[in-house]
């Protein structure tokens, strides 16, 4: 199995998917590598953010590592009951490097893009981030954002994430990740359904400032197999927006990795 390396693990979805399970291999290897993974899961959640509604979503990722440490990466997402329409794609070119002891860092630039809904389009973005892991259980990163899906507001944003990972028992480790970020991805005005009135009403804009996020949760990992769980955290303005979703505060993940 390819190592478990991840990336900052309070961005629950597609992009742990890639970051994680497909990019994680041969930060030594000695020739070109190739891998990938497939998952099921119950919902997107990015930074805290609903990126669907819950249902049940199809991922996929692949890879290829090179011996300088460089890696390129791909990944799509799409919703069971409509396979043919990806609701959320990730590409990313990252460089690896070892450094003393056992610390290792990750430089990458990397494109996300939601073709789904007018909300999601906000969300499209372009990210550089810096990353720096220990044993494989300790993550700490940054990231530069360009919001390209927010008309008008143009100005970088930034992030700030970092995750955990504890071994309980055999194959069963605890998964906890923490991050801040400059504003809400995608500021909007959103929706509350009145039922009175039977339609949909403005109820309030989502405010500036920083936003907080997170998760905890258990993980199991058997040879290709990985099987999360996963309790999504967040400030008070993220949460309310998880209500104009429809989302759950819980996501579940099965993947393979080959």
Request: net charge positive; glycine share 10%.
């Amino acid at each position: 199995m390819m190592r478990s390396h991840r990336g900052p693990a309070s961005r629950v979805g597609f992009a742990a998917l890639l970051m994680g399970a497909a990019l994680a291999p041969a930060l030594h290897a000695q020739s070109t590598t190739f891998s990938g993974a497939v998952a099921l899961s119950s919902q997107l959640v990015d930074r805290g953010q609903a990126i669907t509604r819950t249902t049940p979503i199809l991922q996929a990722a692949a890879s290829w590592t090179f011996p300088a440490g460089w890696s390129l990466g791909l990944s799509g997402s799409a919703e069971v009951q409509s396979p043919g329409h990806l609701v959320a794609a990730l590409a990313q070119a990252s460089r690896h490097w070892s450094l003393a002891g056992d610390w290792q860092m990750q430089a990458g630039l990397l494109y996300y893009r939601y073709p789904g809904t007018a909300r999601s389009r906000g969300f499209d973005r372009a990210e550089a981030g810096l990353s720096w892991t220990y044993r494989d259980v300790l993550t700490v990163g940054v990231s530069a954002i360009h919001v390209i899906g927010a008309k008008g507001r143009q100005r970088p944003r930034g992030a700030a994430d970092v995750s955990f990972r504890w071994p309980l028992a055999r194959q069963l480790f605890l998964s906890a990740g923490a991050g801040a970020a400059q504003s809400p991805i995608a500021p909007y005005n959103a929706y509350r359904y009145n039922r009175e009135y039977d339609h949909a009403r403005p109820y309030r804009r989502v405010r500036e400032g920083i936003h907080t996020y997170g998760h905890v949760g258990l993980l199991w990992s058997h040879g290709p197999w990985r099987v999360e769980l996963d309790r999504i955290l967040a400030d008070p303005e993220t949460r309310w927006q998880w209500d104009v979703m429809g989302a759950s505060p819980w996501v579940a993940t099965v993947s393979r990795s080959f």
